[in-house]
């Protein structure tokens, strides 16, 4: 766990100096376009978090296992994370690049419906602690994946101002190496930290578990 | 620069405001971990007094 966040460090820094001072600069974006540097991350973070959650959530509805409660729990917690992290920084970009905070667009409402499922998920498991909460939540937990792939194919399948994708496509990536490459460090940076925050949260929901297994015991 | 500056801060920040809630909730179990402790420290000191022979 130490070696995952140290390493989370070391290629934060690297990832954002490279993507800050040794990056070329796009040639009609000009310097706002470093903000795909952290951006891009957070999205395939967002998708990998709530796509785990999706996994946990069904498992749990399925077989009833609180490990896969718990998995679900955590990840969504994460998804809100990266998601509002995602918003966020979409947002600022889109101040110097299309002159506005924000758009009505189809890729911009669909990943704001994300972020309020999975806030709306998060809530449900607040207010309704024990088994009832969790199946309500693992029930979100599975509908709510459904918005993603409207998500990534509202960009290419409906006239958006989004930029296409230029990373994963079927043609291969769009980028030049001297963006790829600090492109891929902090996506590196941002899986090292999702794990390190993954692993640091289930290990409290287990011990939560079995302190309060062991208050109902005394 | 302030745009990319701004980008940068909050997912810093957000990181740092995530970390946080987590060592809050560290330092919570850890105190639910003690009360629990006590708690079956006492409880086994209370059936202690209630049956001092099979002590």
Same mark, same amino acid.
């Given at each position: 766990m !130490? ?6 460090? &070391?290629?934060?820094?690297?990832g954002?100096t ?15 376009? $470093? ?6 991350p957070?999205?395939?973070m967002?998708? =990998?978090a709530?796509?785990?959650c ?8 399925? !077989?009833?296992d609180?490990r896969?409660? $718990?998995l ?15 918003l966020?920084?979409?947002?600022i970009?889109? *101040?110097?690049?299309w ?5 009505w667009?189809? *890729?911009?409402?669909t ?5 309020f +499922? ?13 088994? $009832?909460?969790? *199946?309500?939540?693992?029930? +979100?937990?599975?509908?709510?994946? =459904? ?8 960009? +290419? ?7 296409q994708?230029?990373?994963? $496509?079927?043609?291969?990536?769009? &980028? ?11 996506v ?12 640091? !949260?289930l290990r409290q929901? *287990?011990?939560?578990?079995? &302190?309060v ?6 | ?6 980008a940068?801060l %909050?997912? %810093?920040?957000l990181?740092? /405001?995530?970390? /946080?809630?987590?060592a809050?909730?560290?330092? /919570?179990?850890g105190?639910l971990?003690e009360a629990?402790?006590?708690g079956? %420290? ?5 059936a202690s007094?209630?049956?001092?022979v099979?002590?």
């Amino acid at each position: 766990m !130490r070696l995952l966040l140290i390493s989370a460090g &070391l290629l934060m820094i690297v990832g954002m100096t490279w993507a800050l001072a040794l990056a070329p600069d796009e040639a009609i974006q000009g310097f706002p376009q $470093r903000i795909m540097y952290v951006h891009v991350p957070s999205v395939l973070m967002t998708y =990998l978090a709530l796509g785990l959650c999706f996994v946990g959530s069904a498992l749990f509805l399925w !077989r009833g296992d609180r490990r896969w409660d $718990r998995l679900a729990h955590v990840c969504g917690e994460l998804g809100v994370l990266f998601v509002t992290m995602t918003l966020a920084t979409g947002t600022i970009w889109g *101040r110097p690049v299309w002159g506005t905070w924000w758009t009505w667009d189809a *890729r911009l409402t669909t990943t704001l419906m994300l972020w309020f +499922i999975y806030v709306g998920y998060l809530v449900v498991r607040a207010w309704a602690p024990g088994t $009832r909460g969790a *199946r309500a939540a693992a029930v +979100i937990g599975v509908i709510g994946i =459904l918005d993603l792939p409207l998500i990534h194919w509202s960009a +290419i399948l409906l006239r958006t101002l989004h930029p296409q994708p230029t990373v994963f $496509r079927p043609e291969g990536p769009a &980028l030049p190496a001297s963006m790829l490459a600090p492109l891929g460090v902090n996506v590196a940076a941002f899986l090292a930290i999702f794990l390190v925050l993954l692993f640091l !949260r289930l290990r409290q929901e *287990r011990t939560l578990d079995r &302190l309060v297994t062991m208050v109902e015991g005394a | 620069m302030g745009f990319v500056a701004a980008a940068y801060l %909050v997912v %810093v920040g957000l990181f740092a /405001l995530y970390a /946080l809630t987590v060592a809050a909730r560290q330092r /919570l179990i850890g105190e639910l971990a003690e009360a629990a402790q006590d708690g079956a %420290v006492a409880a086994e000191a209370k059936a202690s007094v209630r049956h001092p022979v099979s002590r």
